[in-house]
């Protein structure tokens, strides 16, 4: 349920919506507000410091502490909420944001919190296993702006329309959401009762600073390129939302793996309470992970021009050719998810810190290399870089607590799985027909061979993991 809510409402907003949007108004006004975007987000940690992942492992794990845990967590909130505010107005002016940003900033700032507030009440939702409503919910903030951007783009208020309104619409998606979401949980948990708990508050904080230094490293490294772009090209506005057009496939892509380990992290945190076996449902889990990964990244490379020529109207030829950089860091993305989702679950993150810290300063170290030299590109091949560097500790690290081996029969599978499609993909270029109709069908073919390989069995779990 999920998986085909977000495949329903997420790829018609990125694509029927934002993308319009940054072809309306252009890739210099829209880089102007993913920038700003960007810049919020990587300081995002401060709205959480990793309470809401906290939270969630908490709860799923002790569901009947619920009313402690949202009393004393919301009245922390509120007052990050302040500290973040203070923080990315300073730094903003620091960097030399001038008074034109103010307005947008604050908006997104303000977003930035309402995002915060829904993600940590959807956490109590998940932490007690009402996945049905959480999925409901993971979608609604997108469907209401589909629904109010739409209105301003496709009818008379389009002369109106501006990136203000589009920031705006936002906000008012956020805060119908919230309410939302507020709404079910009480519906839940109709005992639940806000009471300020300051003590419970600071104690919660002190427990969750090794999950807010995770959260914020992770924002480093995964965002700083855009940052970077901004900041370290001439045009930067411009070269940003070049570089936007390529990082929304990718966004796009991502929801995936990315909703998946939200569910992987409540089930494996519950999974090693119990002392059961995770080993069967981790194979099971990144096979279903990393085979459409890479049945949708090897034709997504291969047909990266025919794709960005048929979204935007602006500079196509450069975008396409950090999408197929990009479409690299994908693969890397999704193993990060399952082996970082795992580490999570079981606790060991005073490690995942130390993983997530070499990352970011080897990002930023890289991005101040790579892209005053070779441009936007730079910025692709620096993401990429480092989640290959993540991808390799990470799944290292997870082998060794929990005693995994890699079996050769898998490798041998997975090896010809990734060659074979890549065949597939080189045998298309023969066929005379439309990229469109060959691209859709490399993934059907990709998927059947993972299935003759055995790599996917639709009858029971296959685990390729081992214990000694």
């Keep these: 349920m999920l998986l085909l809510l977000n495949v329903a409402v997420k790829p018609l907003w990125i694509f029927g919506i934002d993308r319009t949007v940054q072809n309306v108004l252009g890739a210099n006004e829209y880089g102007f507000y993913y920038v700003l975007f960007n810049f919020t987000l990587i300081f995002n940690i401060l709205l959480d410091l990793g309470i809401t992942n906290y939270n969630n492992r908490e709860i799923s794990r002790h569901p009947q502490l619920i009313n402690r845990y949202f ?56 932490g007690l296993h009402k996945f049905k409503v959480d999925s409901i919910l993971s979608v609604l903030d997108k469907f209401t702006m589909i629904i109010i951007v739409s209105v301003f783009l496709y009818t008379n208020l389009s002369r109106f329309f501006t990136i203000k309104t589009f920031v705006i619409a936002q906000s008012v998606s956020y805060l119908f959401t919230l309410a939302v ?5 009480l519906f839940y948990t109709p005992a639940l009762k806000f009471k300020f708990r300051l003590k419970f508050s600071f104690n919660t904080l002190k427990r969750s600073l090794p999950y807010a230094l995770l959260v ?145 300063a080897t990002s930023i170290v890289v991005q101040l290399i790579f892209v005053p030299k070779f441009g936007i590109l730079g910025a692709a091949l620096g993401n990429l870089l480092v989640n290959a560097l993540v991808a390799i500790m990470q799944t290292a690290y997870a082998c060794k607590v929990f005693e995994l081996k890699v079996s050769a029969m898998f490798i041998f599978k997975f090896v010809a799985f990734f060659v074979g499609t890549v065949l597939l993909f080189l045998l298309s270029k023969y066929f005379n027909t439309s990229w469109f109709v060959k691209f859709f069908a490399l993934i059907g073919a990709s998927t059947l061979l993972a299935l003759l390989l055995r790599l996917i069995n639709l009858k029971y779990f296959l685990p390729f993991l081992s214990k000694d």
């Design 71 to 126: 009393s004393g967590i919301v009245s922390l909130k509120a007052m990050l909420g302040i500290v973040y505010l203070v923080v990315v107005t300073f730094s903003a002016y620091f960097l030399g944001y001038g008074k034109h940003h103010t307005v947008l900033l604050l908006l997104l700032v303000g977003n930035q919190f309402l995002s915060s507030m829904v993600l940590f009440v959807r956490s109590n939702l998940n």
């Design 181 to 185: 979401s507020i709404f079910f949980l």
């Design 216 to 360: 914020l490293l992770m924002s480093i490294y995964g965002r700083i390129d855009t940052v970077a772009v901004e900041r370290l090209m001439s045009d930067g506005f411009t070269n940003a939302g070049i570089y936007a057009q390529a990082f929304r496939l990718l966004d796009a892509f991502n929801m995936f793996p990315f909703l998946f380990a939200s569910l992987l992290l409540p089930i494996f945190s519950r999974m090693i309470k119990n002392k059961e076996d995770v080993v069967p449902f981790l194979g099971y889990s990144f096979l279903i992970l990393i085979i459409p990964t890479v049945a949708i990244a090897i034709p997504t490379i291969g047909y990266s021009q025919n794709i960005m020529d048929l979204l935007y109207r602006e500079h196509p030829e450069i975008s396409a050719k950090v999408l197929s950089i990009l479409m690299g860091s994908f693969m890397l993305i999704t193993v990060n998810y399952v082996f970082g989702t795992l580490l999570t679950a079981k606790g060991n993150i005073a490690m995942l810190n130390v993983f997530s810290g070499i990352a970011a």
